[in-house]
């Protein structure tokens, strides 16, 4: 059986922010992405390729269509893309129009660089998720997955859920 290579599409979030003690301050630093799947000992075949690093929250319409010009001009099928969880939502709807590509969007609520983060286990079931969901566009988040265009984010209770 041919695996189907998988692009990884950085563009920052809680999930590659870092501390800075002397700024006292988190910043996106560079992506962790590429280490977390190297520690996982990911055997699967996959390119990444760092985008941006921004908060989703400074994400603009030019920046949901760089992410969408990026993804539907590249060879691979198959696309991850870790994004910040406050907009992750508005980028789904951005690529809802993509044809012949299966996309997941993960995050994390905390930096992965913490020692309890959910980084490392959204990422791998955006991996596993992005092998077996039907072309479209899907969030992974909270050990559930969830249709892209489906879902929301509950920010009092930290989670997302189905809308």
């Given at each position: 059986?041919?695996?189907?290579?998988?692009?990884?599409?950085t563009?920052?979030?809680?999930?590659?922010?870092?501390?800075f003690?002397?700024?006292?301050?988190?910043?996106?630093?560079?992506?962790?992405?590429?280490e977390?799947?190297?520690?996982?000992?990911?055997t699967?075949?996959f390119?990444?390729l760092?985008?941006?690093?921004?908060?989703?929250?400074?994400?603009?319409?030019?920046?949901?269509?760089?992410?969408?010009?990026t993804?539907?001009?590249?060879?691979?099928?198959?696309?991850?893309?870790?994004?910040?969880?406050d907009?992750?939502?508005?980028?789904?709807?951005?690529?809802?129009?993509?044809?012949?590509?299966?996309?997941?969007?993960?995050?994390?609520?905390?930096?992965?660089?913490?020692?309890?983060?959910?980084?490392?286990?959204?990422?791998g079931?955006?991996?596993?998720?992005?092998?077996?969901?039907?072309?479209?566009?899907?969030?992974?988040?909270n050990?559930?997955?969830?249709?892209g265009?489906?879902?929301?984010?509950d920010?009092?209770?930290g989670k997302?859920v189905?809308?």
């Open positions: 059986m041919t695996q189907s290579p998988i692009l990884v599409v563009t920052g979030g809680t999930i590659d922010k870092q501390y003690d002397a700024l006292s301050e988190y910043q996106i630093a560079e992506s962790i992405i590429q977390l799947l190297r520690t996982a000992r990911v699967h075949p390119r990444v760092e985008l941006m690093r921004k908060d989703s929250l400074e994400l603009d319409d030019g920046d949901r269509a760089l992410i969408a010009a993804i539907a001009h590249a060879p691979e099928t198959r696309v991850v893309v870790t994004h910040g969880t907009t992750m939502t508005d980028t789904a709807q951005a690529l809802a129009g993509l044809e012949g590509k299966t996309v997941v969007l993960c995050g994390a609520l905390a930096p992965a660089r913490f020692a309890e983060s959910d980084a490392a286990f959204n990422l079931m955006a991996f596993a998720c992005c092998q077996a969901a039907p072309e479209g566009v899907w969030i992974t988040m050990g559930t997955v969830f249709d265009l489906q879902v929301r984010k920010r009092a209770a997302f189905p809308r």
